[in-house]
């Protein structure tokens, strides 16, 4: 069993940044693949990013590239999503997620693969 516990939503402005972080426990950190996902209100959960299990891979939905930024740190067990420049359409429930076979294929893309989930942070940018 692997434990997520997201953390960094918040309320800011539009253009503000925020870093949410992805601290996880139970399982080598590093034999797992992360996803970030997002759901807004009366919408499917999407994802936004996704690392590999050594942060050597990343891949980002096309409305946050530029501005979102994933990364992972395996000594403290935790991964991380930056974003900056943030818009109001980047307001919802964040959620990260792990893949405990992410030493054996890329991080997946469909929110079914995910093995574990934390209970999500909320991000609501405002103008």
């Known amino acids: 069993q692997v434990q997520l516990v997201e953390s960094g939503g918040g309320p800011v402005l539009t253009g503000g940044s925020l870093r949410l972080s992805c601290a996880a426990a139970?399982?080598?950190?590093?034999?797992?693949?992360v996803g970030w996902f997002r759901q807004a209100p009366g919408k499917e959960r999407e994802l936004v990013a996704t690392i590999n299990y050594n942060g050597g891979q990343t891949y980002y939905v096309d409305s946050v590239k530029g501005r979102f930024t994933v990364s992972r740190d395996n000594a403290k067990n935790t991964a991380y999503l930056q974003m900056i420049s943030l818009k109001p359409e980047d307001t919802g429930l964040y959620y990260c997620a792990a893949d405990r076979s992410g030493i054996y294929r890329p991080p997946p893309l469909n929110p079914q693969d995910y093995d574990y989930w934390g209970q999500g942070t909320q991000v609501t940018v405002s103008s």
């Open positions: 139970g399982r080598l950190f590093i034999s797992l693949a």
